[in-house]
């Protein structure tokens, strides 16, 4: 993980399509939980209340939250998915779908099982390190190990997840530069550089 530019990577993972996940979603599904997502963290700036997620127990919202953070921390360019509501996303993806709803409690408590395995206590209560050896082993699913096959399929589905909200929000959508939706006056054609890259 510290060796990749894991904000690259995720923004190509959300710009891919979701065809693989075991239960697809629509452009129009993304928009509406990043529109809802969106409203929950405003709502809660304007009254200064904290979000009370309606899937997740106090504990999975924590860990989410730690979860999300790593996989797209805050850099120089932009702040990290719980800036961007990533887990109030995650929270309306799992009402608004309950089919999802197992396979992503059953991850997490996979997850808590097998740091309770190794260091006794819960990904919630691990030193940073400790945690970065555990998503090492699952975070890469050409190396998956014996035994750790249903963790490297609950984490692919989480960081899926992360990438399609962290940048189908705002924040999200700023921090790739998307220049779309806006008015051109006068089209003068594609740019020269961008033709001689493409050999055109």
């Known amino acids: 993980m510290a060796t990749m530019d894991r904000r690259d990577v995720l923004r190509a993972l959300a710009s891919a399509p979701l065809a693989a996940a075991a239960i697809t979603w629509t452009d129009a599904d993304v928009e509406a939980a990043s529109l809802a997502a969106q409203t929950a963290r405003q709502a809660t700036a304007q009254t200064a209340k904290v979000y009370a997620p309606k899937f997740f127990t106090k504990h999975e919202w924590a860990t989410v939250g730690i979860l999300v953070d790593m996989i797209i921390p805050r850099d120089d360019r932009s702040g ?18 309950p089919a999802r709803q197992t396979a992503m409690r059953g991850g ?13 206590k ?15 082993d699952i975070s890469w699913p050409r190396r998956v190990k014996p035994g750790m096959a249903a963790g490297v399929s609950f984490f692919n ?17 700023a921090d790739l530069k998307y220049m779309g939706n806006t008015v051109v006056m006068k089209w003068t054609g594609c740019p020269k550089p961008v033709l001689d890259k493409l050999g055109v």
């Open 108 to 120: 997490l408590a996979w997850l808590d099982d097998e740091c309770h395995k190794r260091y006794d």
């Open 157 to 173: 589905s989480f960081r899926d997840l992360t990438a399609s909200g962290f940048f189908s929000s705002k924040m999200g959508v």
């Open 122 to 136: 819960s990904f919630f209560a691990l030193a940073d390190a400790e945690r970065r050896v555990v998503l090492d």
């Open 80 to 97: 990290s998915a719980t800036d961007a509501a990533v887990p109030e996303f995650m929270d309306f993806m799992m009402t608004d779908q």
